[in-house]
């Protein structure tokens, strides 16, 4: 019998910040393997395709947290990507209060889904609560510092990206 603890962290990681890499950290106090699902999510419009985000989460996070976990993209219903990968807990980040509401709704439609997979809430580090991916974005398209909110290869292959882009 296997008694792994499998937890899934799902997201965009458009890109993967250091408030990403501060839930992983402490997850794998949690569980004892972290998939990292890299959703394709339609409904948004990312800046980096799918597999270069697999592959800036993997860079960034391999070599602090070594086998005990993986990184997959996903384009199906999380519980599906839960399921499929075995899990028994689903790990979230929360930056703030106005994030629960949305948080808890799907945990309840999750528990629907699978009443054998739990959610577990992560409140983000107090140096961590503030950065979202969407602002790191913004910060670096108007040409601010974000070197504290993601490492210098995600800065330099997000200005290179926004640089390709406006051009």
């Keep these: 019998m296997n ?47 799918v597999d270069e985000r697999v592959d800036m989460v993997m860079k960034e ?31 979230r980040g929360l930056r703030a209060l106005s994030y629960f509401e949305y948080e808890f709704q799907m945990t309840g439609m999750n528990a629907r889904l699978n009443n054998n997979v739990e959610t577990v809430f992560l409140m983000a580090s107090e140096n961590h609560q503030f950065i979202a991916s969407k602002l790191v974005k913004e910060i ?3 040409g601010g510092d974000i070197s504290s909110f993601v490492s210098p290869e995600i800065s330099a292959s997000l200005i290179k990206r926004i640089k390709s882009k406006n051009s």
């Design 3 to 49: 008694d792994m603890r499998i937890g899934v962290y799902p997201g965009t990681f458009d890109p993967i910040t250091s408030g990403h890499t501060d839930i992983v950290k402490r997850a794998l106090r949690v569980v004892d393997h972290l998939v990292i699902g890299v959703a394709v999510n339609t409904g948004k419009s990312p800046l980096f395709n």
């Design 61 to 91: 996070l391999k070599p602090i947290c070594g086998d005990r976990i993986s990184v997959r993209n996903f384009d199906n219903l999380l519980m599906h990507f839960v399921e499929e990968v075995q899990a028994s807990i689903i790990i």
């Design 140 to 142: 670096a398209a108007l």
